[in-house]
Nanobody, 126 residues
């Protein structure tokens, strides 16, 4: 059974940092590109960042470029999202997702990701 379990969310002041983790099980983690998405009530899930199977290719939404860093540790079956200089508009539920491919290839649509975690809440106060 495939499981993606996010952790590391919480409440932080604007300008602060958080690191999200996504622990994967039930799949060959190193065979999948991975992504982070976020969603706020009433809005569609939006792309945040993605990384290829070996970490050699990454992509970011313009809104987080230069502030967020995606990484992975295939030995630990874990995906990370380091979030710095957080803004109130970063407040959302953050989800990790596994692509149906080893490669990121510019995939930014939720439909291009086949497995999802349950999400972790990030709240940034002003």
């Amino acid at each position: 059974q495939v499981q993606l379990v996010e952790s590391g969310g919480g409440l932080v002041q604007a300008g602060g940092s958080l690191r999200l983790s996504c622990a994967a099980s039930g799949l060959t983690f190193s065979s999948y590109a991975m992504g982070w998405f976020r969603q706020t009530p009433g809005k569609e899930r939006e792309f945040v960042a993605a990384i290829s199977w070996a970490g050699g290719s990454t992509g970011y939404a313009d809104s987080v470029k230069g502030r967020f860093t995606i990484s992975r540790d295939n030995a630990k079956n874990t995906l990370y999202l380091q979030m710095n200089s957080l803004k109130p508009e970063d407040t959302a539920v953050y989800y990790c997702a596994a692509r149906t491919s080893m490669y990121y290839s510019g995939a930014k649509s939720p439909g291009e990701y086949g497995r999802w975690g349950q999400g972790t809440q990030v709240t940034v106060s002003s």
